[in-house]
């Protein structure tokens, strides 16, 4: 896709569910929640907090870019005091992220059992709810594929992890800031820093408890090396990044029929 001619604009109502996964430099929600029941205000101002660590934001920086003290701003990430509509948008505008991403991950189902099961699938129930892992280090390629995932006949639950470190350092130690239901699906990028998009793969794919989930490569590179690479660790398909967004759109929308449309994935057998 081409990065620097796709400026778009926000639909004002979202669809679907997206949803950036951050490690938390604090204790996670779900290490809270074993101890209290939290609260609304206190899951959004842990998620404020979060985004603004990520993006290197002081207190005082945020409350000047806002118009209200640094001590407010210190409230509403404590969840004592509630974010209103109005300036939660201005966080949005700050972060770039949608509003939705403040409060969806809240009350997430439990994971998946990926324990043996036996027995035929009797019932193949259509979804309610797809979760969708993006592992993409471009900030621009992440707004296009979560614009293109709301406009998807489907209920979708978006994840974002920007690199492959970050991906390992939270299945190993939990550390995000939201409970994390196993992906139905994961889209990987090849091109990324730390750890390369095929070396990724090919850990996923070697892993027990991940190795069954379809990975489908989602990347700008058009080499036969890198192709054969991927299909020889086990990439369950390679979409090409399209110049076009309406391309690149009806690309991902077909992937996604396929694979809950055509095919029984890991999710319906293990439930």
């Known amino acids: 896709m081409n990065k620097q001619s796709q400026t778009t604009k926000e639909s004002p109502t979202v669809k679907k569910t997206t949803q950036d996964l951050v490690l938390s430099e604090g204790p996670s929600l779900s290490q809270h929640s074993k101890d209290k029941t939290i609260s609304i205000d ?9 985004f603004r660590k990520r993006a290197v934001i002081t207190l005082f ?21 509630k974010i209103s509509t109005g300036m939660l948008y201005k966080f949005c505008k700050i972060f770039s992220v ?8 809240f009350n997430f189902e439990s994971t998946l059992d ?39 006949d489907l209920n979708v639950n978006m994840y974002c ?8 350092n939270i299945i190993k130690t939990k550390a ?16 990324m820093p730390k750890i390369n ?11 027990r408890e991940l190795q069954y989930i379809p990975i489908i490569i989602l990347t700008g590179s058009i080499s036969r090396k890198d192709v054969m690479t991927a299909y020889k660790n086990y990439a369950s398909g390679y979409i090409r990044k399209s110049f076009e967004y309406e391309t690149f759109k009806e690309n991902l929308h077909i992937a996604l029929t396929y694979w809950t449309e055509a095919v029984i994935l890991p999710y319906q057998a293990l439930n």
Do not use: W
Request: proline share 3%; hydrophobic share 35%; charged share 30%.
């Open 42 to 50: 206190e899951y959004v101002g842990h998620k404020l907090r979060d």
């Open 61 to 81: 920086d945020l409350a000047e870019k806002v118009g209200v003290s640094h001590q407010q701003i210190h409230k509403y990430e404590l969840g004592q005091t």
């Open 98 to 105: 949608t509003p939705n991403s403040f409060f969806e991950g």
């Open 114 to 152: 990926i324990s043996d099961k036996d027995g035929d699938i009797t019932d193949c129930r259509n979804f309610t709810r797809l979760n969708v892992l993006l592992i993409e280090d471009s900030a621009e390629d992440q707004f296009l594929f979560r614009r293109a995932i709301e406009e998807y």
């Open 161 to 168: 992890i920007h690199d492959g470190e970050e991906f390992f």
């Open 176 to 191: 995000n800031i939201t409970h994390i239901p196993m992906p139905d699906i994961i889209f990987l990028d090849l091109n």
């Open 197 to 207: 998009g095929n070396s990724l793969l090919k850990s996923i794919k070697q892993n």
